[in-house]
């Protein structure tokens, strides 16, 4: 199941088309959203007082990462950069990298200590656990990851150290909890085949419709036994609204601080956040 999304991607470019999963995969995923329209409808009949779902957004169109201004202005790389680059190693980079080290560990302590724990374990019904704490985590470091590797190099440069942490902290807490070294070994095993295999689905889910995202979302956050619908919908429009207003964050200033202020799970009023475009300036800096 984890490794679909690769396979798909292979056979886009083996047999260069345009659909990206199985027909069958299409089916079970149709049949998925059906029964979840059909849940949300009649939840909506029987509770008149009640709020509505929200729209579905279901595209057969496929997307690429939006181009931003540092994406498009790439910096130009020296042969001896690449060189070192290829052998492992780090070339010169725009900021200090310790500069980098410190806000990418600010980032990833952002991702622990601003989020509500115990209302994403209520409103998802998910145990109280060590494994829960982690899945609800590395969703948000993996929108964190999203919006870094759009910063070139350094952006990179971060996302490892953001990753480094991420496991620094996870083996701290499993040491805490009394958790033998043998019951480790496995956890941070298992966790770390959870974190790839779900790094894979939230990237295609986030880049297609919300059919594919809600499947991302109930294959590896909700374990697979997510069973009220209405739980899937709120998960996939958080991700969304927090994916919006990250994007819209200033990329040096988050290179150089990591500060991350989230948007809450429950609104009142989810507005989209517009980004706000860049000054262009002429020749005389006006």
Not at 66 to 80: D, I, L, S, W
Request: with cysteine.
């Amino acid at each position: 199941m984890y490794r679909r999304p690769l396979q798909a991607a292979v056979r886009n470019i083996i047999n260069t088309s345009a659909s990206r999963v199985t027909f069958g995969k299409a089916l079970e995923q149709e049949a998925c959203l059906g029964r979840a329209l059909i849940a949300c409808r009649l939840f909506a009949s029987t509770s008149p007082s009640q709020t509505q779902c929200r729209t579905l957004h279901s595209t057969s169109q496929l997307f690429n990462v939006k181009e931003t201004p540092q994406m498009a202005m790439e910096e130009e790389v020296g042969a001896f950069t690449k060189l070192i680059e290829a052998m492992g190693f780090t070339g010169p980079l725009k900021y200090n990298k310790w500069k980098i080290k410190i806000a990418a560990l600010r980032m990833y302590t952002c991702c622990v200590e601003r989020i509500n724990y115990d209302e994403f374990f209520e409103k998802c019904s998910l145990p109280d656990t060590l494994n829960s704490w982690f899945l609800v985590a590395q969703l948000h470091v993996w929108i964190c990851l999203v919006r870094i590797r759009q910063e070139g190099r350094e952006g990179k440069y971060m996302c490892r150290y953001i990753v480094h942490s991420m496991w620094e902290d996870v083996e701290q807490r499993s040491k805490i909890m009394g958790i033998d070294a043998i019951h480790r070994k496995e956890s941070m095993r298992a966790m770390t085949e959870t974190f790839y295999a779900a790094i894979f689905g939230y990237d295609e889910g986030i880049l297609s419709d919300d059919g594919v995202l809600a499947a991302a979302l109930w294959r590896n956050m909700f374990n697979r036994q997510c069973e009220d619908p209405r739980q899937l919908e709120l998960m996939v429009e958080y991700v969304r609204k927090q994916m919006q207003f990250i994007d819209a964050l200033d990329g040096e200033d988050l290179l150089l601080t990591g500060e991350v202020n989230w948007r809450p799970l429950l609104e009142d009023n989810a507005q989209s956040i517009l980004k706000v475009p860049t000054p262009t300036y002429n020749d005389a800096g006006l």
